[in-house]
């Protein structure tokens, strides 16, 4: 009896021996990401350019063909700076013929004045006529008049020259030529455009729906598209009424809070409309999973690296992201890549590329 208990002990421990440990589960690398709540809502992103607020399309008083163009676009112009020079001989051709007929008349005048005064001479000595000496006089008068005529059409006839050249009104920047040396241009065809490049406003294009519905507090974020860092905000000036036929969109005018010194006239300039909304969670759609009809995220432990489930409730969800009213709380990390294949309490290895 007492070797058959011996044998079975034996049997025992050999079998005991014979049990291999369960492996240890394995450790999953994960992504993850730092929960934020969100209090703007971004409304959209829009390519735009600065441009002057007064700018002026300016042309000659007087037709005529274009003879040279003293400037290029992208210059910076003084007051009263030359731009473009007609071709002079019709308006000297024309001041010749005025002078002309300034001297003609002049001398009618003073054939009139020596006539008056021989009748007024003959009148006060008895032997000339009141009728002749009441023609002279008139004639007079009539010749005073085409006398201060012939002078009105020198003076114009000088401006008509003058008028030839096209000055500034205003210091500023020539943007665009819309006419070359060598055409014929009519009086007020516009030819140059000239902006004041003292104040700077975004102008960029939005679709007609949304410049229909924009909030009151929308914020605009004015942004160089070559170096995003030189910003600024703005608010709207101005928004067409009318929407453009062929794109659907109405342009606005955003008057900057500031200007910087990189903002010049031409800047390709980005702008991000956003809102101020009630504080949010949206986290990635490959953050959720779905276990017997629950939603449920993996929270990570920094410090001892597992993971735990917990269950949220989603709000909305679109293509890429879903909205949650509860269940987590900012600065809280979730894993938000490999999530069906983990367990409770499990070891994981965060991955190098994982935003901390």
């Given at each position: 009896m007492k070797q058959l208990t011996v044998v079975l002990a034996a049997s025992l421990l050999l079998v005991a021996c014979s049990k291999e440990e369960p492996p240890p589960e394995?450790?999953?690398?994960v992504l993850s990401m730092e929960v934020r709540s969100e209090d703007q809502e971004t409304l959209g992103r829009f390519a735009g350019t600065l441009q002057a607020r007064y700018e002026s399309n300016l042309g000659f008083r007087v037709p005529g063909r274009i003879a040279r163009r003293a400037v290029d676009v992208g210059a910076e112009v003084e007051k009263g700076a030359l731009l473009a020079v007609l071709d002079p001989t019709d308006q000297q051709n024309q001041l010749r013929a005025a002078q002309g007929d300034?001297?003609?008349?002049?001398?009618?005048?003073?054939?009139?004045?020596?006539?008056a005064r021989r009748q007024q001479e003959l009148f006060?000595?008895?032997?000339?006529?009141?009728?002749?000496?009441?023609?002279?006089?008139?004639?007079?008068?009539?010749?005073q008049a085409s006398l201060d005529q012939a002078k009105a059409s020198v003076n114009q006839?000088?401006?008509?020259?003058?008028?030839?050249?096209?000055?500034?009104?205003?210091?500023?920047?020539?943007?665009?030529?819309?006419?070359?040396?060598?055409?014929?241009v009519s009086a007020g065809q516009q030819v140059v455009t000239l902006a004041r490049p003292d104040i700077k406003e975004a102008v960029i294009d939005l679709p007609a729906g949304l410049a229909e519905r924009l909030p009151s507090d929308v914020v605009f974020?004015?942004?160089?598209?070559?170096?995003?860092?030189?910003n600024t905000t703005a608010t709207v000036r101005e928004i067409e009424p009318q929407a453009q036929s062929a794109t659907r969109t109405r342009r606005a005018r955003l008057t900057l809070a500031e200007t910087p010194a990189a903002f010049r006239l031409g800047t390709a300039i980005s702008v991000t409309l956003s809102s101020a909304i009630a504080p949010r969670i949206e986290l990635p759609l490959s953050a959720l999973q779905q276990v017997d009809g629950k939603t449920r995220i993996w929270m990570l432990d920094t410090?001892?690296?597992?993971?735990q489930p917990r269950d949220v409730s989603v709000?909305?969800?679109?293509a890429d992201s879903?909205?949650?009213?509860?269940?987590?709380?900012?600065?809280e990390r979730i894993v938000t890549a490999g999530v069906n294949s983990l367990k409770p309490g499990q070891k994981v290895k965060i991955d190098e590329d994982s935003p901390r």
């Amino acid at each position: 009896m007492k070797q058959l208990t011996v044998v079975l002990a034996a049997s025992l421990l050999l079998v005991a021996c014979s049990k291999e440990e369960p492996p240890p589960e394995p450790v999953r690398p994960v992504l993850s990401m730092e929960v934020r709540s969100e209090d703007q809502e971004t409304l959209g992103r829009f390519a735009g350019t600065l441009q002057a607020r007064y700018e002026s399309n300016l042309g000659f008083r007087v037709p005529g063909r274009i003879a040279r163009r003293a400037v290029d676009v992208g210059a910076e112009v003084e007051k009263g700076a030359l731009l473009a020079v007609l071709d002079p001989t019709d308006q000297q051709n024309q001041l010749r013929a005025a002078q002309g007929d300034l001297a003609r008349v002049q001398a009618q005048f003073i054939n009139a004045q020596a006539n008056a005064r021989r009748q007024q001479e003959l009148f006060n000595r008895g032997v000339g006529a009141q009728a002749q000496l009441d023609v002279a006089l008139t004639d007079l008068k009539t010749t005073q008049a085409s006398l201060d005529q012939a002078k009105a059409s020198v003076n114009q006839a000088k401006d008509q020259l003058n008028y030839a050249e096209l000055r500034t009104d205003h210091a500023g920047i020539v943007t665009a030529w819309n006419a070359e040396a060598g055409q014929v241009v009519s009086a007020g065809q516009q030819v140059v455009t000239l902006a004041r490049p003292d104040i700077k406003e975004a102008v960029i294009d939005l679709p007609a729906g949304l410049a229909e519905r924009l909030p009151s507090d929308v914020v605009f974020l004015v942004a160089g598209q070559l170096d995003p860092s030189v910003n600024t905000t703005a608010t709207v000036r101005e928004i067409e009424p009318q929407a453009q036929s062929a794109t659907r969109t109405r342009r606005a005018r955003l008057t900057l809070a500031e200007t910087p010194a990189a903002f010049r006239l031409g800047t390709a300039i980005s702008v991000t409309l956003s809102s101020a909304i009630a504080p949010r969670i949206e986290l990635p759609l490959s953050a959720l999973q779905q276990v017997d009809g629950k939603t449920r995220i993996w929270m990570l432990d920094t410090q001892s690296q597992t993971v735990q489930p917990r269950d949220v409730s989603v709000i909305s969800r679109d293509a890429d992201s879903a909205l949650l009213s509860g269940g987590v709380k900012p600065g809280e990390r979730i894993v938000t890549a490999g999530v069906n294949s983990l367990k409770p309490g499990q070891k994981v290895k965060i991955d190098e590329d994982s935003p901390r």
